[in-house]
């Protein structure tokens, strides 16, 4: 029987070169460690793994370029791209926006993997994760963002947001060792 929860790991491969990416680089590497357990955790139950990803505007590359390339720099990006690399299996997407929806196969693909839940985890959690967030609770999917999986370049950013998701969206904002069912 196919899962009805899918997980989507989104903007976790980022070079975090621009104003404010090394505030965000720790951070970013302790949710990534947090949602590689969950992860694996959710492959041993069958949950399939999604990356929706920023392809920084190159339009003629490809997401496994994109991990190639981030995991050959030094520091966070490099530890959290090989810590996260795609397995046999594993689905990715490239989103030219904020959100993981917006002109991409993300629709279809959930529809054609049965998913009626999502758990979100990635970077930022006050932008790419609320807006896939809306999208997502606006396609009625039901929602798992958990608090210890997604970052923003502020503790009170990420702190407001997961208020926010909880209120707006009806997401569950257990952190991942919790059951892994929406409320």
């Known amino acids: ?59 003629a590359s490809e997401f496994s370029t994109l991990v190639q390339a981030c995991a050959r720099l030094r ?33 279809f693909l959930l529809d054609e993997l049965g998913a009626k839940t999502l758990i979100l985890t990635g970077v930022a959690a006050d932008s790419c994760i609320m807006i896939t967030a809306h999208d997502a609770h606006v396609r009625q999917f039901k929602l798992w963002v958990p608090g210890d999986c997604v970052v923003s370049q502020r503790p009170e950013y990420t702190r407001d947001t997961l208020a926010h998701l909880r209120r707006a969206t009806h997401a569950s904002t257990a952190p991942s060792t919790a059951s892994m069912r929406p409320r």
């Open 75 to 107: 520091g966070a990006p490099g530890e959290i791209a090989r810590l996260l690399a795609p397995q046999p299996g594993d689905s990715s997407i490239l989103k030219p926006r904020h959100s993981a929806f917006y002109d991409t196969p993300l629709e």
């Open 1 to 59: 029987m196919a899962s009805t929860r899918a997980l989507l790991l989104i903007d976790f491969f980022n070079p975090m070169d621009f104003e404010g990416g090394s505030r965000l680089a720790k951070p970013a590497l302790e949710a990534a460690k947090r949602t590689a357990a969950l992860k694996a955790r959710l492959r041993r139950a069958k949950v399939p793994a999604i990356y929706a990803n920023d392809n920084f505007g190159r339009w």
